[in-house]
């Protein structure tokens, strides 16, 4: 399976991004919003990825696969698909790294931002910095830059500096995710913090 997923993840890394305007056009790692999930893994593959109850609702799904050592700077992909489609097509694309450093974070964090350019050039832009909604104590931060498509979805950069008290639970991390508009709004409705 990793050999699989290898091979593919480092011909579509050679694709280049076009100007996009539309969330559908963003290559991210060489997938996009819209591609089968298929393309990547086989069914057996995906389904052994699910993460039961990460979603309070099973309308969606969510796979994890870990890609350290397979996708340059990644950790692990989480790609997100409407449970009941066969063809499991992907609604949202979410790379993830545990860091040591909020400020190496920041750093790459805007560095990947500024791959990204000229095909974010004119979109709406909203910088958050805020309490990690999964610390009920407020003492975990995330701090996310954040890309607007016109109606169809967004890009968005955020580090994470997550609390002592949680540390045995999550890390700090940095997360890329490019997510369609009615999945992100699914998504914050329907999201658990386990």
Known sequence: MKIFIRFVLLYLLFLSSSFAKDINQINIEGMKIGDSL??????????????????????????????????????????SFKTSNPEYKI????????????????????NIL????????????????????????????????????KSSGHLQATCTDISKELETKFY?????QISERKFAIWKLKNLTYN
């Open 172 to 176: 700090d991390n940095l997360n890329l």
């Open 38 to 79: 298929l393309k990547l893994a086989a069914i057996e593959d995906i389904q052994n990825a699910i993460i039961p109850n990460y979603y309070k609702s099973k309308e969606y799904s969510v796979a994890a696969f870990d890609v350290k050592g397979i996708v340059a700077n990644w950790d692990q992909l989480d790609i």
């Open 114 to 149: 500024d791959q990204y350019n000229s095909i974010l050039k004119g979109l709406k832009k909203k910088e958050t910095n805020q309490d990690y909604p999964g610390d009920s104590s407020g003492n975990s931060k995330s701090y996310s830059v954040t890309y607007f498509f």
């Open 91 to 110: 609604y949202e694309i979410s790379f993830s790294k545990q860091v040591n450093d909020i400020a190496d974070c920041l750093t790459s964090r805007d």
